[in-house]
């Protein structure tokens, strides 16, 4: 009701308006096949991946039309600069940024390879990485661990999540061959 009315106030035929989730689905109203365990503040899918929508006079594919290529919430950065005309390499000027823009998405022409890398911080047993990429879309690889720790070991897990989109099942990182190693 309040986004609709907000969008009311806009001229949407200049406007791009931009819709994103908020890191994962909480526990307490996670659904199947989803369980608390993997849901808002985990490394796993029910944890990291949210709606993103994006519409306006600067998205030319078909309404409705959907993707899976891998984004970032950090991607939106360098979109809503070039969105906006400006030049990212300016902006950040001196700065590394990880921000890959979206506009191409948005025109039907993305052809970068990108990796999503998503963290959890705390102290907790779900500290950790997780890590997809493009150039191995079938396979997502947890490191749970604290990463600026000199004295952790940090454990790893690997899922086919392409036959395990759940992450129920970790591959034996020991026998792994081909392309999962």
């Not at 608390?36 to 998205?59: E, M, R, Y």
């Not at 890398?117 to 191995?136: K, L, M």
Request: include cysteine; glycine fraction near 12%.
């Amino acid at each position: 009701t309040e986004i609709g009315r907000l969008l009311q106030s806009v001229n949407l035929s200049k406007t791009n308006v931009i819709i994103i989730g908020d890191n994962g689905t909480p526990g307490q109203v996670v659904q199947a096949p989803f369980s608390n365990g993997h849901a808002k503040d985990s490394l796993f899918t029910g944890g990291v991946n949210v709606p993103l929508v994006i519409s306006g006079p600067d998205v030319t594919v078909p309404g409705g039309s959907t993707t899976d290529k891998l984004v970032h919430c950090v991607d939106l950065f360098s979109t809503i600069l070039q969105l906006g005309g400006i030049n990212t390499a300016a902006a950040a000027s001196g700065v590394t940024i990880d921000s890959k823009t979206l506009v191409p998405l948005l025109r039907g022409a993305d052809s970068l390879d990108r990796t999503m890398v998503a963290e959890t911080f705390g102290n907790g047993p779900g500290e950790g990485r997780t890590i997809v990429s493009d150039d191995y879309p079938d396979y997502k690889l947890i490191i749970l661990g604290d990463r600026l720790s000199t004295t952790d070991t940090p454990s790893f897990q690997l899922f086919n999540i392409t036959t395990d989109f759940n992450e129920q099942s970790p591959l034996s990182i020991a026998g792994l061959t081909g392309t999962a190693l």
